[in-house]
């Protein structure tokens, strides 16, 4: 099993784990036009092409045996609604996904874990991310990691607007020290 970044050759595989890991959880909520519509524009080959162009943006996948089982992306400067937190340099933490044969076993907490030491070494006062109301699995797995509901948000799919919570968790400064964290 290797984590690493990923590459313009991992496109397509990034994009089809995305389809799959997505539909095997969430399809059954959307009419069938508006998932085919979200799909097609969040987990496109030219979406992934594009994200992996950006600068502010790093996507790290899990790699077994010459194929990704799990991702996630993280962009610098998070795009998240604002005005619910008083982060002065939060960074985002966006689509943590596994092969939906792969759950359970550690490749969240593997990826989970390179996001944290990424938010740490770019200087992020906080790392928030956005989980469906309804999916209480994930809001288990990012409280273990801190994280805490800081407001009611909405997801657009197509014409679906799906109730989300956004998570924050505070960071600490790489010396560790809570008097720099008074500061910022």
């Known amino acids: 099993m290797i984590l690493r970044l990923a590459t313009p050759a991992d496109t397509a595989a990034l994009a089809d ?9 969430f399809e059954h909520l959307y009419r069938p036009e508006d998932f085919a519509l979200f ?19 790093r996507i790290a996948v899990i790699e077994e045996d010459g194929r990704l089982v799990a991702f ?26 596994t092969d939906p ?37 994930a809001q288990r797995f990012y409280h273990r990691y801190g994280f805490a509901k800081i407001a009611d948000i909405e997801f657009w799919v197509g014409t679906h607007c799906d109730p989300e919570l956004l998570y924050a968790r505070k960071m600490l400064p790489a010396d560790g020290s809570v008097a720099a964290v008074a500061q910022v």
């Open 72 to 97: 996630c992306k993280l962009v610098l400067e998070s795009t998240l609604p604002g005005g619910h937190s008083d982060a002065a340099r939060p960074l985002e933490l966006k689509q943590l996904y």
């Open 17 to 25: 784990l995305g389809r799959r890991a997505l539909t095997a959880k």
């Open 39 to 57: 799909l097609g524009e969040a987990h496109s080959d030219a979406k992934i092409a594009s994200e992996l162009a950006d600068p502010g943006m």
């Open 101 to 137: 044969d792969r759950l359970g076993g550690g490749l969240g907490s593997k990826l989970m874990d390179w996001a944290m030491a990424q938010a740490q070494a770019h200087g992020a006062d906080e790392v928030q991310l956005s989980v469906y109301s309804e999916n209480p699995e």
